[in-house]
């Protein structure tokens, strides 16, 4: 399978978890969570963009970041699953949450920080293409912080999608502009 298609593979995934975010689709998740399944997939297939687009210093810091985001989204979905497997154990739940966020070295690489990485190191990456795809860059440079926008301040789910829809799209689109590897 070629890079281009794994990437491609890693925006469906990455989307389609993001229609169980933000509960679009209905919520049929009661012995697997999909959504996170989904989005950890997604997340590890994205890491084919580092190789896709074209290599300079930007490229290379952008795919720095992206790799950081991409293991912060593993230890995001782990923590997760971790909570879905409390099943309706609300109070299990509400202490690992609080140890969680009464520790530093797991709040701030794993829930706050870390999983923005991936977005950053993305737009990074479309970044290059500002003078030649202006419209798809703008959309994922543009798409990368509202997602974060409409889930931590917003805490809207339609939002979020609508996000997310337009941040995989530009992705998608830059990616059939960059020239096959020879």
Known sequence: MKTK????????FFLLSYLFFS??????????????WF????????????D??????????ASFVTFLGVIAHAGLCTIDFIMFSFGNDDFAREQLSQNISNSSFILYPFIIIGPSLLFIGLAMHAFNFIRTSTISAL??????????????ILK????MLLSCIVFTF???LLLFKVNPKK
Do not use: E, R, Y
């Not at 509960?23 to 996170?36: E, G, N, R």
């Not at 809207?156 to 939002?159: A, E, N, P």
């Open 156 to 159: 809207d789910g339609v939002w």
């Open 23 to 36: 509960k679009v689709l209905p919520d049929f998740q009661t012995s697997i969570d999909l959504a996170h």
């Open 139 to 152: 959309m994922v440079i543009i798409a990368a912080p509202a997602i974060g926008i409409s889930f931590f």
């Open 52 to 61: 896709v687009f074209p290599k300079n210093k930007l490229n290379s810091i």
């Open 5 to 12: 298609h794994l990437s491609l593979l890693g925006l469906f």
């Open 39 to 50: 989005n950890l997939i997604g997340a590890c297939l994205l890491l084919s963009f580092n």
């Open 170 to 172: 530009g992705l998608g």
